[in-house]
């Protein structure tokens, strides 16, 4: 390849690294890959054009919607508990939970936990727009589904020191669902029992 082919190459590398999980080598294998299956790099534009335009996160939970109020089908569920928030981390990890079917309450994800190596900011932000929501939805327990690592448990103690002085149960659970197995592979049972298990903070 000559440098205005790398060039292109290159240049969509660039973006494709900067998807969680794609190292820069992936991104430019992938690049290249494009660049030779015409059809297929026109049918990714063409689906990554109708992601843009239909698909936005939920103002409430921060679910992805294809809603044009902005609000995702779980929060405009009038079968669901109102009366308990589900925090995740991920959008992943929200559709886990509601693949397992073990959950009818509400969600808010995080996008993250509080580290001192990343930026933060949305996931302070999100704490904080979680306090509103308790106090507004007169929300009865918040239950926290975090990773376990010191960092998860940070998150965990700044959640509960913001949450304090309001009438809400925080529970955490304690063994830790399963979070990034896919979920064929997660046993719903063990989600339950994970759920059901859940201890009070
Ligand atoms: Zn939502």
Redesign the pocket.
Known sequence: MQKSELDEINRVSTYLSKIPGIGFKSAKRYAIWLGEHKTEAINLLESLNSLIKNVST??????L?TSTDG??????DFERDKSTICVVQTIENLVEIEQSNVYNG??LVLGGVISALYDTETVLKRIDYLKERVKEEAIKEVILVLSSTSEGDLTVHYIKDSLRNLNVKISKVASGIPIGQDINYVDKRTLMEALKSRIYI
């Open positions: 939920c103002s409430k939970c921060f679910n919607t609000l995702c089908e779980i929060c405009k509400l969600y």
